[in-house]
Structures are given as C-alpha cells and as structure tokens.
C-alpha cells in the first residue's frame, strides 16, 4: 500500500509493516492484542488525525486508535491505527476547575498536574491508563465515584474528529447527540483529540489497602460485607482475591500465595476511617496493612495495578448484591483450595452517587448494579481460549447475585458481538447509540473497539 499521500500530509510518522519503528509504533499495553495493521500514523496533531481519517475513508480502511494501549479492545489487524500518544497536552483552568487533556494524558500525569492547584480528577485505580479512554467509557473511580459519580459525568466538552474528517467542538448544547453518545460509547463516533473534565477539591484521602492470608478468606468477606452495607458515601471499598507470582516485583509477603487485598478510599478524617476499617482489621492477622492517611497524588498505591505491559485476559459482570450466599459462592469458585490460573477476582462496591442520574444525561447506564464482579488473568499471547473457562466459571457461580449488565470499560477482548457489547448500555440508549452511529460513521469505519453498529 503507497501511503506517500498520506506521509506528505502528516507530521508525524507513516509506517508499514516491515518499516523501522512499525513495531514500537503500534504496541499496545496489552500484549494479548498484539495486531497487523496495515498503515500506522504517529498522529502529532488534530490536523495529522484528520488527514489520516481521511485517508482511511476514501479507501474503506477500519480505522483503530491507540493512546496509551490499555483499551485495546482487539488486533488492529488490515486496520489504519492512528497512534496518539504524542497528543498529551494539559491545561488546569483553577479558576473553571477543568482540565483539559490531549488524546493521549495518561492519570497520573493529569492527577500530578490538579493537584497543584488543590484540584483532582475522578482517578481510577490505574495509573497510566489514558483519561480520555478511560472517561468516555464511563470512568469508575476507585477513589471518588462513590461521592462525585462517573467521571463521563464530569465532562464539559470535546473535540473529536469523525468519519468525514470533519473537527467537531462537542458540548451539551453544541451537537448533544454527539455529546451524549461519546460519554459511555468510548471509541464509536470518531477520534476525541481534546476532552475538557470538571475537577473536585480534593488533595487527600485515608487509604490503602489490607492484605490478608488467603485461609482468612472468609472472616474478611464477611467484614467486608459488613462494612460496605453501612459505608457513607465517602467511603469507596473492594476486596480481591489475589494469586501473585513469586516474582522480584511482587512484594516478598505475597509472592505464591493466595491473598485476599481490601481496598480502602475514604475522604473523610483519619480517626473517622480508623473506626470505619476496625472491624476489617480485626477479622484476621494482615500480612500487610497499608492503609493510612495519604496524599491524592498516591491513588495508585491503593490497588496497586500492574504498570508495565502485559498480556491481560479478564470478564466481568455487574451484581444486584452481594449477600452471604454470593460470597459463600465466591469461595467455593475461587476461595481457598481452588487451583486457578486467574490471578485476581474482585468484588468493587458501588452505589451512592454512581446510582444517580447526572444533570446532563448521557449514555453511561446501568447505575443501578450494587458491586462489580471482575476477573484477571496473565498470559502468553494467544492464551484466550485456554484461560476462557477458568475466568467465566466464577461468575456462572455468582449468577444467581448477577444483573447480567456490564460497565464499558470493563469489556475485554472476549466481548466480540453485539449481544456482549449491548448489556453494556440501557436498552434504549443502545438503540439510540446506533442511531447516532448511523449518522456520524454510517460505514462502520472505527470499528475496532467494542463496537456499537450503526442501526441500518
């Protein structure tokens, strides 16, 4: 394929495979998705973004779009990929309280640079994820969703360039279709060059999290289960079964074993969260209890995710509860005694403002669910089906607890079809999600993600 065309539009690099720096160019995070596409653009503009979404309609390319890698939702495969990750500008507007962020920011930076002013973004538990992906599928903050809701909630505009190449300046009353659409429908309707978010006034929070021997398992659930049930909304909690690797990176406490982690987020005073964590502190002996006052800007400590690329494989499912019985299932599944490849199951409380319907409507749905259920697995690449089984049996055994609805950005690469992407939405936000589809990308060009197909 010539893309001489393209390269004398563009700033930033043209590459094809076999071209030096193809590689490096279109590496994802997720190593599972490793992909083929047939012509990648280092995109170091809005103007280099335009010319390459051009270029890709005018040849009914599928276009794919990469920032930091971590939502990759499949190989780009015979794809145009336009890579952003040059595109990380941001600018603190205290006296607004926004931000406004590139394409590519990834949340530590944006969380570093508000808190300069005493601001902060709705983190989540990662720290280089990108905010922009991060917030237009939803946003769940680890740390303030349940106080301030999904981070989609909190946009105030975007730039994004859509399928005819065309720059559109998105807002609630400067095409609201599009507006609702994008907060929730992640990647469907073109490519978001710039995203303007609303910041809150936090610089601090008591946090961190607990980890206990994995034959406690049951004692901290059911302290767990206590705690979540009378939890002010300042307070956002989870807990997770985790089997880490004996590896150097692995704190030497938790290396090959099974360990239950709960996390703690709480915005109030530190003697009001010691009294709120007690009895979870006392349900067993902690291996680790790291949980303490600390600065915002160390949000990332609390879950602890991993940061250097990986070949990730997860499921996921929203809970109406997470009663006795739930929890008596998740043993049985995955508890103690269990011999599983799945290095993490987590039950995250939700609730609180995350139930709440937003002053300006958007596609972000489901806010219903009382926890999510979320699984995670590592390995080679190519391991999707043997790891299928083992990541989908602990939710079949919560079922009964489950809603059968799911949080957009916790899709993975399993959710191919349509009937695995549209539990995602409300019903009839999925219906006019296509509609809007159907008018800003009438051929399905960005269709490379987890896909909301136009309606015919």
Known sequence: MST????????????TP?????????ATWNLAMIGRPAVVVG???TADVRAAVRYAAERDLPIAVSATGHGQAMPADGALLINLRRMNDITIDADAGTATVGAAVEMQALVDAAAKAGLAPLAGSSPNVGVVGYVLGGGLSSTLGRTHGWAADHVRAAEIVTADGALRQVTATA????FWAIRGGKGNFGVVTSLTIGLVPVTRLYGGGIFFDGADARPVLDAFRRLVAGAPESLTASVAFLRLPPLPFVPEPLRGRLSVHVRIAYLGAAEEGERLVADVRAAATPIIDAVAEMPYTAFAM????PVDPIPAYESSVLLRDFPAEAADALLAAAGPGVDTPVLM?????????????PQVPSAVGNRDAAFQLFLGAAGAPGMEEPLREPLFAPLRALAPWASG????????????????????????AWERLRAIKAAADPRNLFRVNHNIPPRD
Request: proline residues 6%; negative net charge.
């Open 4 to 15: 001489d065309i393209l390269a004398a539009q563009v700033t930033g690099p043209v590459l």
């Open 18 to 26: 076999g071209d030096a720096g193809y590689e490096e160019e279109t």
């Open 43 to 45: 995109a170091t503009s």
């Open 175 to 178: 095409e609201p279709d599009l």
């Open 302 to 305: 609390i879950h602890a995710d």
């Open 345 to 357: 199951i987590e039950v995250r409380q939700l609730g609180g403002a995350l139930a709440r319907d």
């Open 405 to 428: 609805r799911r949080q957009v950005n916790f899709l993975s690469g399993y959710d191919r079809d349509a009937a695995d992407i549209g539990p995602a939405y409300e019903p009839r």
